[in-house]
Structures are given as C-alpha cells and as structure tokens.
C-alpha cells in the first residue's frame, strides 16, 4: 500500500471517532421517517415542486446517506467538504444541499470502469477504494447525513440566484444595469475594487487578478463558478472589470494578460469557483427559510482553501 495512502487511512478514524462522539451517533438517533416526521425524500419533494420544472436526469439527485431519514435541518453549501459535513452534524442538519460534487467528480461517486482509447474529459470520480472517498461516505453514513447536489434547478430560476447573491455579499445588488451580470459600481482603482472583493468574500489565498491594477473601474460583471471562454471574449471588451469564479488558465487569463500587454485598461479576477458560488448558496437557505416551512435552514461556508506564502 502507498505510504500516504496507508498514513490517510490512519487519519481517517482520528477524523471520524471525535465528531461521531460529538453527534452522538446521530445515525443511530434517527429512525427511519414515520407518522409525524418529514423524510429527506419528502423534503426534496417540497424543494422540487416549489422549484418547478421537469427535473430530468442531470446532475441533480441524492449522492450520499439514506434519503428516507427523517429531517432535523437543512445545510446549504456551494461544498460539501468534510469540514462542511462536520458542522452540519454538529448543528444538527442533517440534510445538506451541496452546489459542486461532494465526492471529486461529475458522478458525485466511485469511478466506473474507464472506456477504451481516448483522452476524454478526465476521471469520472474516484475509485471506490480510495481512502479519502471512503472516509467521507462513512461519516456521512455514521453521522445519519443525506446529501442532495441541487445544482441544474437552482442554476435555471429565472432570478439568478448565484449572481443575486454574489451582487449582495459585495454590496453591489442596487448599482445593477440591463444585462445579465452587469453593474456601474461607484469608481474605484481596480487596486481598491479587489481589496474589497478579497474583504467582503473572506478570501485568503485563492484570488487572482489579471490586469491594469491602477485602472479605473465603474462597469463590472459577475460570473459566478465557471466562466466559458466565449463569455469571456464577447464581454471582456465591454466592462472594466470580469469576476468570476475560476477560467481555464490558456484560454482566458493569458487573453487578459495579452490584452494588458496591447495598453487595454481591464482586469480579470478569479476568487475561486466554490467561493464565488457560496453567496449563491447563501441565497437558497434564505429562499428555503420561506419555501418549506417547519424545517431550519443555514448556510454552512466552504471557505477559501487556499494559503500563499507571501
């Protein structure tokens, strides 16, 4: 066995005994949903009809834990990292609503059997005995958690919620104009907008600008998660300043930074794409606080995982 692997395997049940203990084995609290008691199936329900649409197969859909568990509350998050899971045990919510994959991949789960040739898109998740994976679905298991990604159907209301609440949290909901994204903030240096940005976002070491720092900004648009490349060459020209949560390297941020070098006066930040969906998410547990009645809601923060030595 791989040494790290080995040394993570260890670390696993130093993760898992403390925060089981601390829940009280919350798993083994909970029967399966009877009369009297909402299911996360029941719940999911509420959320799908309220939502509306057709909710066809997509990336939606129940990943970990026993849908059938009665509700005791609902966690909303861009991630839902062991970090995440560990707060939503402890404050008791056991039904969390994650944005990205929880388990490192678009199947949310063990990889299948790779197909033959090719390069393709990359892994489809990882393999089902990976030590990490593993201890993952166990505290989720032990911990009587249901996890549910509720990415497609929130991403498609026609309010844009993701963007709403990035404008919210960066206190730009009221300087909005025509176009999806777009917002005259009061000037500021693209120095001082960023600053901001990393103070209101808690951002530690995971953004990055590309650009003319001392230029002057006023028109902004927000693209939180991933930014497509033709979003960013049909709109790059018509504003100051693009964030966005992450771009593929070679094509968008080096077409910022040529762009710099031909005296254009713009900037491009990325924040990171978990960071900038948390508003987002923020957003939903407001929604849900009013959409289904009876059951809490919060907000449980990924936060920034990035460090820089500098």
């Excluded at 009369?35 to 509306?52: F, M, N, P, T, W």
């Excluded at 944005?99 to 898109?121: I, K, L, S």
């Amino acid at each position: 066995m791989n040494p790290q692997t080995k040394a993570v395997s260890r670390r696993r049940f130093a993760l898992l005994a403390p925060s089981c203990a601390a829940a009280g084995f919350l798993a083994a609290q909970l029967p399966i949903s009877g009369a009297g008691q909402v299911s996360a199936k029941e719940v999911v329900g509420q959320i799908q009809d309220k939502l509306g649409g057709t909710w066809p197969g997509g990336l939606d859909g129940f990943k970990a834990g026993n849908a059938d568990l009665p509700v005791t509350g609902i966690a909303t998050t861009a991630m839902a990292t062991l970090d995440v899971l560990q707060k939503a045990a402890k404050a008791k919510l056991n039904l969390i609503l994650t944005h990205e994959p929880t388990f490192y991949g678009r199947q949310d789960g063990p990889a299948p059997p790779p197909a033959p040739g090719g390069r393709g898109r990359g892994p489809a998740g990882v393999l089902p005995t990976d030590p990490v994976y593993q201890a993952k679905r166990e505290f989720i298991e032990k911990n009587g958690l249901v996890v549910f990604r509720l990415r497609d159907q929130w991403v498609a209301r026609p309010e844009k919620h993701m963007t709403l609440g990035l404008a919210e949290t960066l206190g730009w909901s009221r300087y909005a104009v025509a176009g999806e994204g777009l917002y005259e903030i009061p000037e500021a240096s693209a120095e001082e907008v960023v600053a901001m940005v990393r103070r209101k976002l808690g951002l530690k070491g995971g953004l990055r600008a590309v650009g003319d720092r001392k230029a002057r900004v006023k028109r902004v648009m927000l693209q939180p998660g991933l930014m497509a490349v033709a979003t960013m060459w049909k709109h790059y020209h018509e504003v100051d300043l693009l964030l966005t949560g992450e771009v593929r390297e070679w094509e968008c941020t080096f077409y910022a930074a040529d762009m710099f070098s031909a005296g254009e006066k713009r900037n491009l930040v990325t924040v990171g794409r978990v960071a900038s969906e948390e508003p987002g998410m923020q957003a939903c547990a407001k929604w849900l606080t009013s959409a289904i009645q009876g059951v809490p809601a919060k907000w449980l923060d990924a936060g920034d995982p990035y460090w820089r030595a500098i």
